[in-house]
């Protein structure tokens, strides 16, 4: 039984804080309401009006407490629907983080495991660079995930103005890595980055720089756009 997540998977969880609640956001304002279906072996998901190609993240069982990846549920196991949720296992192994490679996670440990649960979903969508993620009812104690595999999702962009407080609002997800939740959202739109003094530097497109400082106890203290000339 998991009572607590690894350092590994804290940071990694960190590294898509920024980017993955601004994408959820996009998600959100881009799915029509409506009731859901879907058609497993052709990887499609229906809600209201709109089609999407999906993938199966991972189940929570809410009677268990426990969580299971896509790519270990017995009826999935090898097939096309699972394929995102195995890369994500991969990386799991690469880098030495335990609870994505575990076949099923027991999270009655947790105070909250239906939180627990979407932690290991948001991560599972960060690594797997998809644009959100999609937690529905599946059964009356049951929540299925699925990750949208489709060009169509819009992702959310680096935009400048709202950049303090899409960094700040990422920061306050999980609260355990702020520079980590910097240099991830920096690494995820492929901008430069450099420490300078104990402060992120990014150089942002257009040629201006945004500086995020910290304070002792390694919260953001302050984001300021620098425009240069």
Known sequence: MVSEFSDAFLLEAERHAAWGAAQLDALTAFLPEGPWTADLPACRYRQGELELRVAVLGTYDLDEQSWMWGWANPGLRGTEVVALAGAVERYGRAHGIAELT????????????????????????????????????????????????????????????????????????????????????FDHHGVPQRVESGRIVADLPGGNAVEVDFDAAGRIAGVGVKVLP
């Open 102 to 185: 575990e076949e099923v996670l027991h999270l009655s440990g947790f105070d909250d495991p239906r939180r627990a649960a979407e932690m290991l979903a948001f991560t599972g969508m960060g690594v797997a660079e998809a644009p959100g993620y999609i937690g529905v009812p599946a059964g009356p104690a049951t929540q299925v995930y699925f990750l949208p595999d489709d060009t169509r999702v819009p992702r959310a962009g680096l935009d400048p103005v709202s950049l303090p407080r899409t960094l700040l609002t990422g920061a306050g997800l999980i609260g355990y890595s702020a520079r980590h939740v910097v240099g991830g959202y």
